[in-house]
C-alpha cells in the first residue's frame, strides 16, 4: 500500500513544474518535501516559517533534514504576530496565519504552492483551507487520496522512522483557549513546560492549556494513571513557575488528553 501511495503522490508532482513547500516540521510536510525533493530535484524550494508559535524543535528538525538532503531552504518570518486578527486568538486564528504564510511565501517566489494537508484534514475544522483556496495551494496528499496513516506509511517505505513515529504537534497557539490573546511570552512557557512534562514522564502525548481560569496539562491517560500525588505536586509547582515568570498566574490541574480541547467553537473575540 506504501508503495502505491507514493507512486501516486509522484505521479501528482510530475510535471507539475516549479513547487514551494510550506513545511512546518511535522510529518506531513516533512515527508511531502523529502518526497517532491526526490521527484522535483532543483525544481522545488522548502519554506519553513519561524514566530513564537513554532516549536523551537521543528524548526530545528527541519533545518536537519536540509542539510542532510541537500534541500534549497529559505526560514522566514511570515509576520502574523503584527496582525491584530491573529493576536486576538479568535475561532478562525488559523486562516490569519496561513494567509501571512501564503502571502509571505508567494512574495518570494514564482511557483505553485504546495501543503501537507491530507485527506484526514478535511473532515475538521480548518480555516487554513480557506486561506489556501485563496493563494491557489495544491495539496498533493489529497490530489492522491492519502490520509495521515498513509503519510506515515510512506516516511516508513523510505527509511524515515523519526518523521513516521513523529507525534502531531499543532502550533503552539492551539495551546491557548479561543478568545485569550497570543502573547509569545505565554507560548515560550507553554514549550518549557512541555519539554519539563515529556522528560519527567515519557508520555506519549503531552500539551500545556492555558485557559481562562487554569493552566491545564493533558497527558494521555496511562501516564495520567501512573503520576502519584508526590510528583503531580512538584511538576504543578514547577508549571505554575514557569508560567509566573510569563505574567500568568493560574492554578496548575493535570487532565486527560483530549484533542482540540482548547479550541471553542462558540467563542467571540475578547
Not at 507539475?16 to 516540521?25: D, E, F, N, R, Y
Not at 486562516?95 to 501564503?102: D, E, G, N, S, V
Not at 486561506?131 to 490520509?147: L, S
Not at 514557569?242 to 479550541?263: Q, T
Request: hydrophobic share 40%.
Amino acid at each position: 500500500m506504501s508503495t502505491e501511495s507514493l507512486a501516486r503522490l509522484s505521479a501528482v508532482m510530475e510535471g507539475s513544474g516549479p513547487l514551494a513547500v510550506a513545511v512546518s516540521g511535522g510529518v506531513d510536510s516533512m515527508t511531502l518535501s523529502v518526497v517532491a525533493h526526490r521527484v522535483l530535484g532543483e525544481d522545488v524550494q522548502m519554506y519553513h516559517a519561524v514566530s513564537p508559535a513554532a516549536p523551537p524543535d521543528a524548526t530545528e528538525r527541519v533545518q536537519r533534514y536540509a542539510e542532510r538532503h541537500g534541500w534549497a531552504l529559505r526560514i522566514l518570518d511570515a509576520g502574523e504576530f503584527h496582525d491584530p486578527a491573529y493576536v486576538a486568538n479568535p475561532v478562525d486564528r488559523c486562516f490569519f496565519c496561513k494567509t501571512h504564510l501564503y502571502s509571505a511565501i508567494a512574495r518570494e517566489v514564482d511557483a505553485t504552492l504546495v501543503s501537507g494537508t491530507n485527506t484526514d484534514d478535511l473532515s475538521d475544522y480548518r480555516p487554513g483551507l480557506r486561506a489556501a483556496e485563496t493563494h491557489g495551494v495544491r495539496h498533493p496528499y489529497v490530489e492522491a487520496a492519502i490520509d495521515k496513516a498513509g503519510v506515515r506509511g510512506i516516511a516508513r517505505h523510505l527509511g524515515l522512522d523519526d518523521l513516521a513515529e513523529l507525534p502531531a504537534a499543532p502550533c503552539l497557539s492551539s495551546r491557548i483557549e479561543t478568545g485569550i490573546a497570543i502573547d509569545a511570552d505565554t507560548l515560550g512557557a507553554v514549550y518549557r513546560c512541555e519539554r519539563l512534562i515529556a522528560q519527567a514522564l515519557s508520555p506519549r502525548t503531552v500539551r500545556c492549556r492555558v485557559r481562562r481560569d487554569a493552566v491545564v496539562v493533558e497527558v494521555d491517560a496511562e501516564s495520567l494513571t501512573a503520576l502519584d500525588g508526590q510528583q503531580q505536586a512538584l511538576l504543578s509547582g514547577h508549571v505554575a513557575a514557569n508560567f509566573a515568570r510569563a505574567g500568568v498566574e493560574r492554578p496548575v490541574k493535570f487532565e486527560p488528553y483530549r484533542m482540540g480541547s482548547a479550541f471553542l467553537r462558540g467563542a467571540v473575540d475578547v
